[in-house]
């Protein structure tokens, strides 16, 4: 296939979005198909090649208070033209919002079929950073995305009931994968401890962005815990804040590669506090490790961890039953033991090549179909 992908983000700003395409672009390398990225940016922007794919960039400005992420404003023509030039079988819409609204509106224009990636809750980001007024609007903007794309993707069933609230119609599920590998209990590592928690600690992770829509605020009431650490790996614009609201916590800043797989199997447990999760594929990779996980039940953590049995779900915003939980795990190391190997066993079977061969799947039904139904104008949408 030739395949175009519009991504919303991409190299050098690391996130999941980036992180669930270079996968995707491994998987298409060893196929053989010819890939086309457009993604914002500039010509001094990370590398103009991966896996064999030819990197273009366009225009964008950095947003204010989070100056890694570039947002790309402008009209259709320019990503209609790159369209046009490389002539794909399928246009693939990595986490569509801006960029995304013009590559849908290019790619409808030259009548080829699109695949839009649903994988960042962005309205309700908006609220979390007080823009309570335009959440209605961001979901109506949404919906106008996936109405028009040949077929919508989601990585979860609570996102496929988000997406199918709005009115958009050709849905379909595509979870992630994880690579047990890497992400093996085997790298656990004594040393490391030490080197976070000198004492002994019993330690309890979080790995993600340090940003307001991860509420790692949350994980305060877990900071004092006697015979414990909290410890902290990832970076972002409320790294200083958390630093001061979280006196206790180690904060090892971004990990990547064997240093962020030895991270995650030395934790004895790990909290991811965002309810605005749509997948949350750090969840995957502790499992993979052998670490439980404790989450708030909603969004991509409802699929991901099978409470009581590889990890413990909270009613969102029960900040006392965060508590508890963490507090039950780090009393019974044979409970934690038991959770770590039954998620390691749940999750081995989604690997990437599994995943990415089902992305092929839906390219090809995109393209046998590609004009969508639009369902009525009326819509509702899972919030809570």
Known sequence: MRVAIIAESFLPNMNGVTHSL???????ADRGDEVLIIAPGTRRDGPKEVAGARIVRV??????????????????????????????????????????WRGVLAAQSLDLPTVAIYQTEVPAYAARYGMHGLEAMLW??????????????????????????????????????????????????????????????KII?????????????????????????????????????LER??????????????ALAQAVASFDLMVAPGELETFCQTIQEAMASEVPVIAPARGGPLDLVD????????????????????TDLLGDEAKRRAFGVAGRQQVLRRSWKSVCSQLIGHYSRAIENPHPQVLGRGFTVQTG
């Open 245 to 258: 609201s979280l006196p206790n916590a180690h904060f090892a800043g971004f990990l990547g590669g064997d």
């Open 307 to 326: 409470s009581s049995h590889t990890g413990w779900l909270y009613t969102p915003k029960d900040l006392l039953a965060m508590r508890e939980h963490v």
């Open 140 to 201: 109506s903007h949404v919906r106008n995305i996936h109405q028009h794309a040949s077929l919508t993707l989601v990585p979860s069933s609570y996102t496929l009931d988000q997406l199918s609230g709005l009115g958009v119609a050709e849905v379909d599920l595509w979870a992630r994968g994880v690579d047990s590998s890497r992400f093996d209990p085997s790298h656990r590592s004594e040393a490391w401890r030490r080197s976070v928690a000198p004492d002994g600690e």
């Open 22 to 28: 270079l996968r995707v672009l491994d998987h298409l």
């Open 59 to 100: 225009p964008s400005i950095a947003l204010p208070k989070y100056r890694r992420v570039r947002v790309a404003p402008g009209g259709v023509s320019r990503i209609k033209r790159l369209l046009e030039s490389f002539a794909p079988d399928i246009v693939h819409l990595a986490s569509p919002f801006v960029l995304g």
């Open 205 to 241: 992770g979080y790995v993600g962005r340090l940003a307001a829509e991860k509420q790692v605020e949350d994980l305060a009431v877990v900071d004092d815990l006697p015979g414990s650490k909290l410890v902290i790996v990832g970076d972002g614009p409320w790294r200083a804040k």
